[in-house]
T-cell receptor, first 114, second 111 residues
Framework: SQTIHQWPATLVQPVGSPLSLECTVE??????LYWYRQAAGRGLQLLFY??????ISSEVPQNLSASRPQDRQFILSSKKLLLSDSGFYLC?????????????FGEGSRLTVL | SQQGEEDPQALSIQEGENATMNCSYK?????LQWYRQNSGRGLVHLIL?????REKHSGRLRVTLDTSKKSSSLLITASRAADTASYFC???????????FGKGTTLSVSS
């Protein structure tokens, strides 16, 4: 069956420190991968999506970056965190063969920047 | 970009009552999806309705779509305390594009 794993679940980081959130998918090949951010009490903001290895589309200019080093691995990074980077980060995938775009989400990573 | 906007932002009801949430969007769509999010968790897909469908059922869920008004509604019948969550509509997606979510409706069901 298809599963998605995201870690770490919780992270507290000082301003200016680096960030790395990782997401892996199992049970499917060539998934479309997504990073969303959810601020407290807010909706989901699309950050990045990828339709293949090395192919990253950025939706919001910011100090975050994403990489897809392997087919089923998606990484969200920052070299220097800002206070405004705090939030709940969600990784998701869709099956490339399905044209409906239904997303399967990980359990999220809660980032607090102090 | 396409975006759903849910209404109301928050809804409080008693167990056994029905809950109705609405979603409006801006541009033409191929389908519209509803998701649920329990507090502090990831989103879970509930139901998808295609643009050529007007109504769809799944258990206690009923979704309607009115493409002429660019709106959709999610009805949860006979609500339970376990239905307490945030509900989001989403449009777009497919063909390698990304889903765009609304801000959600927070439903609280008290026993």
């Amino acid at each position: 069956s298809q599963t998605i794993h995201q870690w770490p679940a919780t992270l507290v980081q000082p301003v200016g420190s680096p960030l790395s959130l990782e997401c892996t998918v199992e049970g499917t090949s060539n998934p479309n991968l997504y990073w969303y951010r959810q601020a407290a009490g807010r909706g989901l903001q699309l950050l990045f999506y990828s339709v293949g290895i090395g192919q990253i589309s950025s939706e919001v200019p910011q100090n975050l970056s994403a990489s897809r080093p392997q087919d089923r691995q998606f990484i969200l990074s920052s070299k220097k965190l800002l206070l405004s980077d705090s939030g709940f980060y969600l990784c998701a995938f869709s099956t490339s063969g399905m044209n409906t775009g239904e997303l399967f989400f990980g359990e999220g990573s809660r980032l607090t920047v102090l | 970009s396409q975006q759903g906007e849910e209404d109301p932002q928050a809804l409080s009801i008693q167990e056994g009552e029905n809950a109705t949430m609405n979603c409006s969007y801006k541009t033409s769509i191929n389908n519209l999806q509803w998701y649920r999010q329990n507090s502090g968790r990831g989103l879970v897909h509930l139901i998808l309705i295609r643009s050529n469908e007007r109504e769809k059922h799944s258990g206690r869920l009923r979704v309607t779509l009115d493409t002429s008004k660019k709106s959709s509604s999610l009805l949860i019948t006979a609500s339970r305390a376990a239905d307490t969550a945030s509900y989001f509509c989403a449009t777009g997606g497919g063909g390698g594009t990304a889903l765009i979510f609304g801000k959600g409706t927070t439903l609280s069901v008290s026993s």
